[in-house]
């Protein structure tokens, strides 16, 4: 059974939820199927909240443990919000050679967001990342889908302030 008490969050709205049961109920005979309802339920709110998880577990009848076991068990799961707009710094060799940390730096100054954080009003969340795989292109950052290449801590403000 779906829990019949949704616990209130500032996160998840009611159409939310309404998916969050659909996501459940569709999967709750499937053995083994808690992996896929806690991705189906993060892609839905974004991350993973604590009350969201309990939720799952009661849907799904699981215990607590075997739920955030699971979520803390895979890197791919989120237990904090994350920005609109994930910005990933590669802290490789040929980066760091080139000045990366001067990039942080100043995206950390300007957008007040510490390195693996969120900022406060949800525009950016900061990953510092190994080889991102285009040393050519160092110092590299990606922001969603878009690769920029040769950022210096001169230009990745302007950048950024393109993703609202
Ligand atoms: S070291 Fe940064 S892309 Fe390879």
Not at 116 to 140: H, K, Q
Request: aromatic fraction near 8%; proline fraction near 4%; charge should be negative.
């Amino acid at each position: 059974m779906t829990p019949a008490f949704r616990p209130e969050h500032p996160d998840i709205d009611a159409a939310m939820w309404g998916q969050i049961d659909d996501i459940i109920a569709q999967n709750r005979s499937i053995a083994g199927s808690v992996i896929a309802v806690l991705r189906k339920c993060q892609d839905v709110v974004g991350y993973l909240p604590v009350e969201l998880m309990e939720y799952v577990a009661t849907g799904m009848n699981l215990s607590r443990s075997d739920v955030f076991g699971v979520a803390s068990f895979y890197a791919l799961f989120s237990f904090e919000p994350k920005g609109r707009h994930t910005v990933k710094v590669c802290t490789g060799t040929a980066c760091y050679v080139k000045g990366i940390k001067e990039v942080i730096a100043r995206i950390s100054n300007e957008f007040d967001i510490e390195e693996g954080g969120t900022s406060e009003d949800r525009r950016f969340s900061l990953e510092g990342v190994r080889c991102l795989g285009a040393c050519g292109l160092a110092p590299v950052m990606v922001v969603g889908s878009d690769t920029h290449g040769a950022v210096s801590s001169d230009k990745v403000v302007s950048i950024l302030k393109k993703y609202e």
